[in-house]
DNA sequence: ATGACTGACGATGTCAGA
């Protein structure tokens, strides 16, 4: 069995407290991060090395970072886009493990759709799906992150309100979709058909007590992959915990063994 | 409601997040 999460954390160090504490209860094999804010040689790296995880990182200050933490053995480890777009904001890392080619991303939020920036995070969704199906040439691919987007009116706590504003407008979502047409599968959607599901709520005007919700973290699978998915899980009442983040960690088990063999 | 809350930076405010 091979479990993998996915979080973002809103600042490691901000967070430790509660990552220490999630890592010791959920018990991945890795763990993906997004949103780390720190520059590499700040990483608090020893609290995840006393727990038995090796880190792979690629972070900047303030902004952005992504890590994987791993208490398997990681192989060819890559970091941003292959076209080296956005390559200033660490936002991608990816490795293989378990024969599985497993990728980390941190989409871009875009600001207000009227912005370039906006055109930045859909260029960026378009090369994502390009770069993973790539890899999926030469065997399975499981893509996770905070896409920043939802796909559906299940994923959002008000799909007419929200239709058109960032994380909800038509645009991301065809992007999202487009993996999906190419033949990802949605785990959350795997095992939840319907009904509403989100991985984030908003600090702001009690979101996560209201439930005023939105699913933008999502873990695609290649088809074999997705079919070997034994269970999937958004661990919703860590957003409920002291001080949370305001993403809630996505976890998925694999009927795979956990060490590659080849 | 161009609102709210949180974090980083590095300063007593501004930017970004989504």
């Not at 599985?100 to 600001?111: F, M, W």
């Not at 008000?158 to 065809?174: N, V």
């Amino acid at each position: 069995m091979l479990r993998v999460a996915s979080w973002n954390v809103n600042s490691v160090r901000s967070r430790l407290d509660s990552v220490a504490r999630w890592l010791e209860a959920a018990s991945p094999d890795i763990l993906l991060l997004q949103e780390t804010k720190v520059e590499d040689g700040l990483f608090p790296a020893g609290e995840f090395e006393s727990r038995g995880y090796r880190l792979e990182l690629s972070g900047q200050k303030a902004l952005n970072g992504v890590a994987i933490a791993s208490r398997v053995p990681l192989y060819d480890v890559r970091r941003g886009l292959a076209s080296g777009f956005l390559d200033d904001q660490k936002r991608l890392i990816s490795c293989r493990c378990a024969g599985i080619r497993i990728v980390d991303a941190y989409v871009p939020n875009g600001g207000d759709p009227s912005l370039d920036r906006f055109l930045h995070k859909l260029e960026f969704m378009e090369q994502l799906l390009s770069d993973c199906l790539e890899m999926a040439r030469s065997g399975p691919v499981l893509v996770c992150g905070d896409f920043n987007a939802a796909p559906g009116p299940d994923d959002v706590y008000d799909p007419e309100a929200l239709d058109g504003s960032i994380g909800y407008h038509p645009e991301e979502r065809r992007r999202l979709r487009s993996f999906l047409d190419s033949g990802f599968v949605d785990l959350l959607r795997r095992f939840v058909p319907r009904g509403k599901a989100y991985s984030w709520w908003d600090y702001r005007s009690g979101g996560f007590r209201k439930d005023r919700g939105m699913r933008l973290d999502h873990m695609l699978a290649t088809a074999g992959l997705a079919e070997a998915c034994r269970d999937f899980r958004i661990d919703r009442e860590v957003r409920g915990w002291d001080r949370p983040s305001d993403h809630a960690p996505l976890v998925a088990d694999f009927d795979i063994p956990a060490q590659e063999t080849e």
